[in-house]
């Protein structure tokens, strides 16, 4: 049984990605499946590595299993694993820069060094004490024209794979037009995953990223994992078109 489980997996992954969510990770709750539904016991870890040899995303919650879904049906896939992030709180990209360069979350990214043209350029689109570094900081002067801009020069960074943009209702200039920014440089090529943090803007933005097909994620972790299952299963499938 273990072995036909594996077989399908395997050979669905390869056509469309696939996510598992798998109860009975511990003793007592494969005891309690077995007995409700019969189902097929074995190692947490040796079921953990057959994912993996399978090329397969495992969830560990119901959250998981939606975010990863989302971001893998949607987005194309990425082998590089050099990330921008751009945001109008610096707070928010330190917070990013930790999860993503920390070997303790085991994300496996690396904040992308911006080559010196992109830098120069980004400083000229911003205010003057905004940050043209990655992580980029617009401040709360950004607009959305500013990040139609600084997506417009990461597009053409070849040290820039994937970018990570916030769009953070707090922000004054911050208004619905966004999604129709990041939907054009999306079209354009590089992944783009969205971050939208709190507010009654923020649940409509969220709403209209749904509608338009592009992965968005209230909180800094959920965005930032599942832009890593995206590379991941980009890395296993050596990367294809969404």
Do not use: C, W
Request: glycine share 8%.
């Amino acid at each position: 049984m273990v072995e036909n489980f594996y077989r399908i997996i395997r050979e669905v992954n390869r056509i469309k990605p696939v996510v598992v969510l798998k109860s009975g990770r511990t003793n007592a709750s494969a005891k309690a499946a077995s007995l409700h539904t019969g189902a097929m016991a074995t190692d947490d870890r040796i079921f953990d590595g057959m994912l993996r040899q399978a090329g397969v995303t495992r969830a560990y919650n119901e959250v998981e299993l939606l975010d990863y879904s989302r971001i893998l049906a949607h987005s194309k896939t990425f082998k590089g694993k050099n990330i921008a992030v751009i945001t109008t709180a610096g707070g928010v990209g330190v917070i990013t820069t930790d999860y993503i360069s920390s070997s303790e979350n085991g994300i496996g990214l690396n904040m992308a060094e911006l080559s010196q043209s992109s830098k120069d350029l980004i400083k000229e689109s911003i205010i003057s004490f905004g940050s043209s570094e990655n992580p980029i900081d617009l401040t709360a002067d950004g607009s959305v024209s500013a990040y139609d801009s600084v997506l417009s020069i990461l597009e053409e960074d070849m040290n820039v794979d994937a970018i990570i943009a916030y769009a953070l209702p707090q922000t004054p200039k911050m208004n619905m037009g966004i999604t129709d920014v990041i939907s054009k440089h999306i079209e354009r090529g590089k992944p783009i995953v969205v971050g939208v943090i709190g507010s009654k803007l923020g649940r409509e933005l969220l709403i209209e990223f749904e509608k338009r097909k592009i992965p968005a994620y209230p909180s800094i972790e959920r965005t930032v994992r599942s832009l890593k299952v995206l590379y991941e299963y980009g890395k296993y499938m050596g990367g294809r078109e969404a």
